[in-house]
T-cell receptor, first 117, second 112 residues
Framework: DGGITQSPKYLFRKEGQNVTLSCEQNLNHDAMYWYRQDPGQGLRLIYYSQIVNDFQKGDIAEGYSVSREKKESFPLTVTSAQKNPTAFYLC????????????????FGPGTRLTVL | GENVEQHPSTLSVQEGDSAVIKCTYSDSASNYFPWYKQELGKRPQLIIDIRSNVGEKKDQRIAVTLNKTAKHFSLHITETQPEDSAVYFCAARWDSNYQLIWGAGTKLIIKP
């Protein structure tokens, strides 16, 4: 379903721990994105990457980190510095500027629900 | 900063009636406006989009209209069906930026 996967589906974290959420795509997309979804607030961009080895902060990057060492993978680490990490995290990918620019559809993964205990 | 406002937050319509969801955007340079549908427990999926050089676009029971002067765009669903029940998100993008700015979502409830 869309060729983009996220794992795990559910994740529980103790306060003070770092956790890493996985995102993999086999769509040959250049661009990848991480969003946080909270009830009633839509989708907020955490980080995005237009090409391998490059990424940019989104609106709510504080307390998060990413890497883009491979085109297929864009893992997100939620660090202990993120004060309120309990949320639903969505990864997405698109063709990006290489594939035609601004009008490319974003394909979403199934999401990871993170709960801090 | 750039902002997209979406209304209403919840919309309940009788099956077979039409539903309209409206979004306004703040940046006049915005040039691409997609709509995504997210069914309960599932991922968002693109249902229709429109570019700034077009005023209206239709796809079967779904249409999107754009008013660039007023900086708002709307999703229209006609002959609503139970499977239309979902949360709908609008978004906007502007030149030279690959980010989408998202609305807060509208929960559409189709009453039988």
């Amino acid at each position: 379903d869309g060729g983009i996967t996220q794992s795990p589906k559910y994740l529980f974290r103790k306060e003070g721990q770092n956790v890493t959420l996985s995102c993999e795509q086999n769509l040959n997309h250049d661009a990848m994105y991480w969003y946080r979804q909270d009830p009633g607030q839509g989708l907020r961009l955490i980080y995005y990457s237009q090409i391998v080895n490059d990424f940019q902060k989104g609106d709510i990057a504080e307390g998060y980190s990413v890497s883009r060492e491979k085109k297929e993978s864009f893992p997100l680490t939620v660090t202990s510095a993120q004060k309120n990490p309990t949320a639903f995290y969505l990864c997405a990918s698109s063709l990006g500027f290489v594939g035609g620019g601004l009008y490319n559809e974003q394909f979403f993964g199934p999401g990871t629900r993170l709960t801090v205990l | 900063g750039e902002n997209v406002e979406q209304h209403p937050s919840t919309l309940s319509v009788q099956e077979g009636d039409s539903a309209v969801i409206k979004c306004t955007y703040s940046d006049s340079a915005s040039n691409y406006f997609p709509w995504y549908k997210q069914e309960l427990g599932k991922r968002p999926q693109l249902i229709i989009d429109i570019r700034s050089n077009v005023g209206e676009k239709k796809d079967q029971r779904i249409a999107v209209t754009l008013n660039k002067t007023a900086k708002h765009f709307s999703l229209h669903i006609t002959e609503t069906q139970p499977e239309d029940s979902a949360v709908y998100f609008c978004a906007a993008r502007w030149d030279s930026n690959y980010q989408l700015i998202w609305g807060a979502g509208t929960k559409l409830i189709i009453k039988p």
